[in-house]
């Protein structure tokens, strides 16, 4: 199957820091790429959707001025999570499909923990 | 719009047994759904998948599901776990949005 990658797997922080997570597609083109976040024993939380040139739609309840979401290419996606706090410690998921009838490949996730 | 519902968080059971691992869905749309599963700190790993045709789908790690139409169910199965199976499972649907996930369950294999 396809692969997609995330930097870093891990990445600690300080509480009002900035902090990027790039998810990339090795082998396609993605045009759709997915942002989920996961808590502790939880299932996954889907937090925006980008298509590649396109403005990140965001789901109800997510900051979208927190939480910055560009897709400038087809193979690359990047999520910042601006000013970040405690609460925002989580694993975060990134997926990516080649188009609407195609798979949707999964990232290994970014563990971020915000001191 | 299209929902999951995994009816056991947590499932124990004794190495070597069976297991079934229940989900049951809706979807207003055409039928395709996935599991998924996600050892400790890692992504997701596409166990198997149904699209169409044979509604028996066979995936990796010896397991398999079976898709029930007039029961909206997609159920998972392996005839005889190893303690590698130890892990969170995911059933999911597509719907144009892209997938949506059911709760999860927790397998715990028992030696």
């Known amino acids: 199957g396809a692969v997609v990658s995330q930097h870093p797997s891990r990445v600690i922080c300080k509480s009002g820091t900035s902090v990027k997570i790039e998810c990339r597609s090795l082998d396609f083109q993605a045009t759709t790429m997915f942002w989920y976040r996961q808590f502790p024993k939880k299932s996954l939380m889907l937090m925006a959707t980008?298509?590649?040139?396109?403005?990140?739609?965001?789901e109800q309840g997510v900051e979208k001025d927190k939480f910055l979401i560009n897709h400038a290419s087809l193979t690359l996606s990047t999520l910042t999570v601006t000013s970040a706090h405690p609460e925002d410690s989580s694993f975060y998921i990134c997926?990516?499909?080649?188009?609407?009838?195609?798979?949707?490949?999964f990232g290994p996730g970014t563990r971020l923990t915000v001191t | 719009a299209q929902s999951v519902t995994q009816l056991d968080s947590q499932v124990p059971v004794f190495e070597e047994a069976p297991v079934e691992l229940r989900c049951n869905y809706s979807?207003?749309?055409?039928?395709?759904l996935f599991w998924y599963v996600q050892y400790p700190n890692q992504g997701l790993q596409l166990l198997l998948k149904?699209?169409?045709?044979?509604?028996l789908v066979k995936g990796i790690n010896g397991f398999e599901a079976e898709f029930n139409k007039s029961q909206t169910s997609f159920h998972l199965r392996k005839p005889s776990v190893h303690i590698s199976d130890t892990a969170e499972y995911f059933c999911a649907v597509r719907g144009a949005d892209g997938l949506t996930f059911g709760k999860g369950t927790h397998l715990i294999i028992q030696p």
């Open positions: 979807s207003s749309v055409s039928v395709y």
């Open positions: 149904y699209l169409s045709g044979s509604t």
């Open positions: 997926s990516a499909r080649a188009g609407p009838t195609y798979e949707q490949y």
């Open positions: 980008s298509n590649e040139g396109s403005k990140a739609t965001y």
